[in-house]
């Protein structure tokens, strides 16, 4: 089974400052979806950034990007220029990829979650 | 487009007594899942239906939990009895393909 770890609880950045959040997994898959999911005191779950297995090259959504280390099972988000509206849970998370008749599904597993919090 | 809808957003309930859930997926997303977040931990997969068929229900306490997406549209979560332990937020999410997207979540409180 697969098992995606977040070792930090809790991290804390100034306004317009860049942070790392860090992420593990441990797969014995090839072909497998990471992402980074924010999840606000609403609760609502908003996914931040995407990466496939396959790809080289990191992704990036304008001040979110990822370092993607696929050999050491490693997925670090990188947030630049913070903003408090930045401050949230952050949540990285692995799915597989199955495909039957063409469509592709899988279960997110997530990590324990990681706490922003961004200083004015 | 509308997102996932979600009912109702809290519930506080006795123990032993049972509740349910209600969820609306984004239309003409074929896949949906249940998931189950406990206070300070990262969502838990209960249930995954493909259109009106269980994909994944390995998690799913099926002595207390029972779930169904009626016509492959809608869904409903029910647990009874309801125990302390199941005091947690639910969160559903739908998927057309590869990107799933969640509602606003039920939180349960279960005294």
């Known amino acids: 089974a697969q098992t995606v770890t977040q070792s930090q609880p809790e991290m804390s950045v100034q306004e317009a400052e860049t942070v790392t959040l860090s992420c593990t997994y441990d797969t014995s898959e090839s072909d497998y979806y990471l992402f980074w999911y924010k999840q606000p005191p609403s609760r609502q779950m908003i996914l931040v950034i995407r990466q496939e297995a396959y790809k080289q090259q990191n992704a990036t959504e304008n001040r979110f990007s990822v370092n993607f280390q696929k050999a050491a099972k490693s997925f670090s988000l990188k947030i630049s220029d913070s903003q408090l509206g930045d401050a949230a849970m952050y949540f990285c998370?692995?799915?597989?990829?199955?495909?039957?008749?063409?469509?592709?599904?899988?279960?997110?597993?997530f990590g324990q979650g990681t706490i922003l919090t961004v200083h004015p | 487009e509308a997102g996932v809808a979600q009912s109702p957003r809290y519930k506080i309930i006795e123990k032993r007594q049972s509740v349910a859930f209600w969820c609306n997926p984004i239309s003409g997303h074929a896949t949906l899942y249940w998931y189950q977040q406990i206070l300070g931990q990262g969502p838990k997969l209960l249930i995954q239906?493909?259109?009106?068929?269980?994909?994944?229900d390995s998690q799913l306490p099926k002595d207390r939990f029972s779930a169904e997406r009626l016509k492959g549209v809608d869904s409903t979560l029910k647990i009874q009895p309801a125990k302390l332990e199941d005091s947690a937020v639910y969160l559903c999410?739908?998927?057309?393909?590869?990107?799933?997207?969640f509602g606003p979540g039920t939180r349960l409180t279960v005294l």
């Open positions: 239906f493909q259109n009106n068929g269980v994909v994944d």
């Open positions: 999410a739908s998927s057309p393909r590869n990107e799933q997207f």
């Open positions: 998370a692995y799915r597989s990829v199955l495909r039957a008749g063409g469509t592709s599904y899988g279960k997110l597993t």
